[in-house]
């Protein structure tokens, strides 16, 4: 698991709309990654769409935003196309990333332990170095919390 203060590993993921991401090329930006879980389904929907819905807020601030799930790119590009959405979102198809970070494993699901997607956030400074990481129980005013870390920085 990547902790606060642990460098993030370095990788290169395929995104929608084609193409590669990775980490390291965006430094020495600070980075915004957010793992959901599956898209299309009505959390994770209105998770991207809020980080999405500030992403020019970002922008303006210098620091990149980036979605991340288990989909194939080609979920992503429908999702993208119907969604409307800006914000990168990166295949970790294989969920090996997921892995290694501690953004994949055993969660309640109504009720139930599963193998799934742990929502997360991370913020990672533009020397790779994690500043901040959230554990995202409930999405509804997530985005705008971490914008306000970034705006805190």
């Known amino acids: 698991m990547i902790s606060e203060g642990q460098?993030?590993?370095?990788?290169?993921?395929?995104?929608?709309?084609?193409?590669?991401?990775?980490?390291?090329?965006?430094?020495?930006?600070?980075?915004?990654?957010f793992?959901?879980?599956?898209?299309?389904?009505?959390?994770c929907t209105t998770a991207v769409k809020d980080f999405d819905a500030l992403l020019p807020e970002f922008e303006a601030l210098g620091v990149a935003v980036?979605?991340?799930?288990?989909?194939?790119?080609?979920?992503?590009?429908r999702f993208a196309a119907k969604q409307g959405l800006a914000v990168p979102l990166l295949?970790?198809?294989?969920?090996?990333?997921?892995?290694?970070?501690?953004?994949?494993?055993?969660?309640?699901?109504f009720g139930k332990l599963v193998q799934g997607v742990l929502r997360?956030?991370?913020?990672?400074?533009?020397?790779g170095r994690v500043l901040k990481r959230w554990k995202v129980d409930r999405?509804?005013?997530?985005?705008?919390?971490?914008l306000a870390a970034v705006k805190a920085l």
Request: glycine fraction near 16%.
């Open 7 to 33: 460098i993030a590993p370095d990788f290169t993921l395929p995104r929608d709309g084609g193409g590669t991401v990775t980490l390291s090329a965006l430094r020495p930006k600070p980075v915004v990654l």
């Open 35 to 43: 793992a959901y879980g599956q898209d299309g389904s009505p959390t």
């Open 66 to 77: 980036l979605g991340l799930s288990k989909d194939p790119v080609k979920s992503h590009d």
């Open 91 to 109: 295949s970790d198809h294989g969920g090996h990333l997921m892995q290694d970070w501690g953004l994949f494993g055993e969660k309640l699901f």
């Open 120 to 127: 997360a956030t991370l913020l990672i400074g533009g020397d």
């Open 139 to 146: 999405v509804k005013g997530h985005a705008d919390e971490v």
